[in-house]
């Protein structure tokens, strides 16, 4: 993007939201924040991208007690959550969301969520955010597999490897794909890979893949997590290279584990952030904002091995540690990292989640 186009959509952008940036840097906001006294995330792992420290440091920052919901939740039960909870400002009804990038519009459009703009809005891709402030992108992955070296001696190298029968019973989603967007978004990169990078054919060619992937026995339908990886239940997991790493430093060896970036269907995927139509602590919730999308919040991002959003922003100015550049695989294995539209992604979701049971016939549990 040529500099002059970039500093008028800058200019345009702060034009949009100068009230609300000029609000959100305002001690007025930490105050109102304070005074409700608390905020409410859901689906927030403390082992993923980094959030464990990240919500410490924000607690540490404002004073802010959290109330942490169902960290394991899909998006789907993040959007759920939010309905469910319309008409209770109890503490089940969730201030944010972290959720896939599909999912962002549809709750949008669901009439789920409020409006913000954070104060560096500026900074964040054109094509990471909904122009009005519904949602904003926040960090990126790309589709992994996870491999328990101690069981498996051959490590994958790609999607097509895992029919193989060397990996009999091994191979995991680290989600239901009726539901959860890390799993459907396993799916469709193997379909990228299978379907040889075609946009059209590339959901149907992942249901076809695991159903393939089922009928040899090498599908676990379970929803895969570390401690079934090192007892070596499955072996395999399909996951964002971010928690691989994560889980890499995790284990500390005990067992040993490899994360492979496949050859071919190297799928980006983009999370985004959100406020809660409903939200019960809705200052609260924009300051969270503030501090993910800050300096702070995005080199908090990249220490647990996410892309954060403002990722060339920030290297462009200097603002990462080298230490936490240094603990990120190659640049290579990213050079081919395929980024769906939002529109590629929405027509997917709907096609895995619909016809998983019918093509599959492997329920996820």
Known sequence: MHLNKLTSLALAALAVCGAQSALAQSSELVAAAKAEGQLTVIALDRNWCGYGPILDAFKAKYGLKINELNPDAGSGDEIEAIKANKDNKGPQAPDTID????????????????????????????????????????YYGVLSFLV????VSKAPADWADLLKSDYKNTVALAGDPRASNQAIQGVYASGLSAGGGDAAKTANAGLKFFADLNKAGNFVPVIGKTAALAQGTTPILITWDYLALADRDKLKGNPKVEVVVPKTGVLAGIYVQAISAYAPHP?????????????????????GYCHPVRFNDMIAKNKFTKASLDKLPPAAAYSKANFPTLEQQGVAKEIITKQWDAVVGATVK
């Open 99 to 138: 959720v896939g990038l599909s999912f962002g519009p549809t709750a949008k459009a669901a009439g789920l969520l409020m409006p913000y703009k954070v104060s560096t809005w500026a900074s964040i891709p054109e094509g990471s955010k909904d122009p009005e402030g519904f949602w904003v992108g926040d």
């Open 148 to 151: 328990n070296s101690d069981i």
């Open 283 to 303: 200052n609260a919730a924009k300051l969270w904002m503030e501090y993910l999308y800050s300096d702070e919040g995005q080199q908090g991002l990249l220490n």
